[in-house]
């Protein structure tokens, strides 16, 4: 069983507040006797139980010692910051904003009128 801990729930949320980009690493992946695919399956599912507010975060296991996996480390980061600086088109943006208002109309207004979403366009952020 993965060994979560209250700080890395603590982390996570901040990760989540803050809109950072992250990749799980469960190390000591060398000390897990008897692995297989159904090894790495179980634990993914367990840490995507336990953390599920990264559920989007990709996992990678890795032995530090011996440095197995570190390029899929590094791979797994790389796809994190591809997506983090992904630009959406205002016109795809408008689509599923219409989709969630068609589906969840916003609330009334003490007069009896609903708001309106005009468009919406992605803010340019500094991830630095």
């Known amino acids: 069983m993965a060994c979560i801990t209250e700080q890395d729930y603590k982390i996570a949320e901040r990760i989540e507040q803050e809109g950072k980009g992250c990749v799980i690493v469960v190390n000591k992946w060398d000390t897990i006797p008897n692995k297989n695919q159904q090894t790495a399956t179980y634990y993914e599912q367990d840490v995507r139980e336990k953390l599920r507010i990264l559920d989007w975060a990709p996992i990678v296991y890795s032995t530090a010692i011996a440095g197995h996996s570190v390029d899929k480390i590094i791979d797994a980061a790389s796809e994190v910051e ?9 016109s795809i943006l408008n689509q599923v904003v219409l989709e969630a208002v068609a589906f969840k109309p916003p609330p009334r207004t003490r007069a009896g009128k609903r708001g309106r979403v005009y468009y919406c366009t992605q803010e340019m952020l500094d991830y630095k």
């Open 82 to 90: 591809k997506e983090r600086s992904r630009r959406l088109g205002t």
